[in-house]
């Protein structure tokens, strides 16, 4: 459920020319799209909601009813009323999309993975093979296989982070992986503090926890050490959530004095550093990577996620928690009221890919160098009044537009054909309208294409032309 409060912070200024409760329908309806309230979120009482929205109770009741009518919302008697998704739409990775047009004909760029590599069908064949051997156990496994686990703990103590096999905990998925340590440190209403802007499943996450999150401002270049320690002081949060390896969205890597003097600092202040690094395989320029932040942490406050989705494939739902022992072992008794362990042929095939990762990661590498550099070429050539850093790793790029229009670029761009993720599911409070995410995983020619329909689409936000999709407010209307 959400929070009167939190539902006042997601909303923003929610207000417009139009009408307050179509402005107030239309404000949720874009929570919805684009992912940041996901269906089955119980939102706020009406008397609640206006109260702390500072409308009236007539308002939010007929914003709720236009809701309803939309099949964005559904309501029972004396129960409340829930986020619903309605008929024509389907959830994806980044919010919900309307079934018009054919998938085939769109170019994606809402979620940034590659396609599975080919060694894929040889791991699975292996895997299938070595099934046998574990088929004999009940395949419950709620901290991972053995093997997997060994695997994992080898690979950070090759990038300079002694790992025991102990201090890994496999799970289904990075994603599932970070709603377990929530689960585990995080109480309802405890702060959170995440960089601004950071990885949109994140925020989602925290909003299903209920905490009160607050927010480091990244810059452009990239973290202030100074800055984002003193934020963490004043904040003093239970969990800090960071993405210091090729950050999603911007890309930016955080340099290891920063790193250092953060898990330092997280012990006075009593904040658990949970750390994404998914993508800290993916550097593309050969520079030298930092330690991992874990390796600066002296008082096991740091817990580390990972994961086969980025670097591997998103499509072998394999993730994993590396922290100290006794905290894995209060991760998986946690873990046993939800899925028991995730699935014993899928970690079977994740070890036999992990195990060619001399292969995998260095293609991996050059596919998305390729690609990143005809993205570049392709947005400086078609829009040049567009802003951006190059990243030496990841798969994304954090591109400044030349106005505060990513919400409705994003619209106009379904009409083109690109389906893209508008700032506003990186930030909070509804900001980050002047930024856009493009991850470079589609092929060169694909993106030069891409550059080209967004483009076109920039120009239909200024004319309010034909070629611009419904937008969530018109969808209300």
């Known amino acids: 459920m959400l929070s009167a409060t939190q539902f006042a912070r997601l909303l923003g200024d929610w207000r417009s020319r139009e009408a307050d409760y179509l402005a107030l329908a239309g404000a949720v309806h874009r929570l919805v799209l684009d992912g940041r309230v996901p269906p089955g979120v119980r939102l706020p009482a009406e008397r609640e909601a206006a109260l702390v929205l500072g ?9 709720y009813r236009r809701l309803r009518e939309s099949g964005f919302l559904t309501s029972r008697q004396g129960a409340g009323s829930w986020t619903s998704v309605p008929d024509g739409h389907r959830i994806g990775s980044s919010g919900l999309w309307s079934d018009a047009g054919a998938d085939e004909d769109v170019l994606d760029l809402s979620c940034a993975a590659l396609p599975a590599p ?37 690979r950070y103590t090759a990038r300079g982070l002694p790992t025991s096999p102990e201090q890994i905990m496999i799970t289904t998925g990075a994603q599932q992986a970070f709603d377990l340590t929530l689960r585990l440190l995080l109480s309802p209403g405890e702060p959170a503090l995440v960089e601004v802007p950071t990885y949109a499943n994140a ?17 452009g270049t990239g973290w202030d050490g100074d800055e984002l320690i003193a934020t963490l002081r004043q904040v003093r949060p239970r969990v800090a959530y960071l993405l210091p390896d090729f950050h999603n969205p911007t890309g930016h890597l955080m340099p290891a004095e920063t790193r250092e003097r953060l898990a330092a600092a997280a ?12 993508f800290a395989e993916l550097s593309l320029t050969g520079e030298d990577m930092p330690l991992p932040l874990a390796a600066f942490d002296r008082h096991s406050r740091v ?7 980025k670097a591997y494939w998103g499509g072998l739902r394999i993730g994993w928690i590396r922290a100290a022992g006794p905290v894995i072992q209060r991760l998986a008794a946690l873990r046993v009221g939800a899925d028991m362990g995730s699935p014993v042929l899928e970690q079977l095939v994740a070890g036999r890919l992990v195990a060619r990762a001399e ?5 991996q590498r050059a596919t998305l160098l390729s690609r990143r550099d005809a993205l570049v070429a392709a947005l400086r050539a078609e829009c040049p009044d567009w802003r951006f850093t190059v990243p030496t790793g990841g798969m994304s790029m954090w591109v400044e537009l030349d106005a505060p229009v990513s919400t409705a670029l994003a619209a106009a761009a379904e009409g083109r054909g690109v389906r893209v ?18 991850p470079y995983t589609l092929p060169e020619a694909q993106l030069v294409d891409v550059v080209r329909r967004l483009r076109l689409a920039r120009a239909d936000v200024d004319a309010g032309g034909p070629a611009r999709t419904q937008s969530a407010l018109e969808i209300v209307a």
């Open 203 to 219: 925020l989602v996450a925290l909003t299903a926890h209920r905490a009160r999150v607050a927010g480091y401002g990244l810059p």
């Open 359 to 363: 292969e995998i990661i260095p293609a």
């Open 303 to 309: 817990i580390t996620l990972g994961g086969m989705s």
């Open 267 to 278: 012990h006075p202040v009593g904040a658990d550093l949970v750390v994404d690094e998914t």
């Open 421 to 438: 993720a508008a700032g506003p599911r990186f930030g909070l409070d509804g900001l980050m309208e002047r930024f856009v995410r493009l």
């Open 118 to 154: 080919p060694q894929l069908a040889d791991a699975a064949r292996e895997a299938v093979e070595e099934l046998p051997r574990f088929a004999n156990g009940s395949g419950y496994t709620p901290t991972g296989l053995a093997p997997l686990r060994a695997a994992v703990a080898e």
């Open 55 to 63: 409308a009236s109770r007539t308002t939010v009741t007929a914003a």
